[in-house]
């Protein structure tokens, strides 16, 4: 199994979006300790297919974080399991897992699954419509819901996700209290170095994403930040 515990900073890389050769290589060389390759819409086999092949050229770990069964592509040295622990809809609680273990329970490698709490922060973005997350009432409510995850789900990751927004701190801070010994990602709206060093504070790993697109050298100087 990978050693996510290790982690402070990740990339993440969306399929349904174009990122060059050089690009790519200047991420993957970076420094960062991990690729995760996922997104909410447009990801399908083909396009995380090629997008894996192309990041497996470098040694950075690559993991999958599974948001479509059309998508699950073999040859990741892991895969994220989401569940949203702040759904709407209770489909998305666990009826895509039990579907996908339907259809791919026989080949998988137990070892390399990793299940975490996914904690949908931002009510505009697109996976919280999706899964009609409901909205997180201030940093008590997001202790408890940490809590819930790691306390009696017992999962080993709570992932905040703000999706394009930058969080607020004190909601960070609670989830951290909250998760326990569970590992704390955060992820969303970081674009420059001083809100990566302070979410990095907060978090045991961040996640950087959007800016990826948007502005290169500000993607990379967040590893910077966060390793010094």
């Known amino acids: 199994m990978i050693d996510y515990r290790s982690w402070r900073h990740t990339f ?22 991990a690729i995760i ?13 090629e997008l894996m092949s192309r990041i ?8 999958l974080e ?10 990741f040295d892991s895969y994220f399991i989401p569940l949203v622990i702040n759904a709407g809809d209770a489909d998305w609680l666990f009826a895509p897992h ?42 008590a409510e997001a202790k408890a819901y940490a809590q819930t995850a ?20 004190a909601v960070v801070r609670a989830c951290k209290s909250g998760a326990g010994e569970a590992h704390l990602f955060y ?11 302070e979410m990095a504070a907060l978090a045991d790993t961040i996640v950087v994403g959007n800016v990826i697109y948007e502005d290169l050298q500000a993607a990379l100087s967040t590893v910077r930040a966060v390793k010094r």
Not at 15 to 26: M, S, W
Not at 56 to 63: G, K, N, T
Not at 159 to 169: C, M
């Open 12 to 33: 993440k890389l969306d399929p349904d979006k174009t990122i060059g050769d050089d690009e790519l290589e200047a991420l993957c060389e970076s420094g960062t300790d």
């Open 56 to 63: 497996r050229r470098y040694a950075v770990p690559a993991v």
């Open 187 to 197: 992820g969303g709206g970081i674009r420059t170095a001083e809100q990566a060093a």
């Open 98 to 139: 039990v579907s996908g273990l339907k259809a791919f329970g026989q080949y998988i490698h137990w070892d390399e699954i990793i299940a975490e709490g996914y904690l949908v922060a931002n009510p505009d973005s697109g996976v919280a419509r999706l899964t009609k997350a409901r909205p997180i009432e201030g940093a």
């Open 37 to 49: 390759v996922g997104g909410t819409y447009g990801v399908t086999y083909d396009n995380t297919l």
């Open 150 to 169: 790691a306390k009696i789900c017992r999962l080993p990751i709570v992932y905040l996700e703000y999706s394009g927004a930058y969080g607020d701190p």
């Open 66 to 75: 599974i948001s479509s069964l059309d998508a699950v592509v073999p040859g």
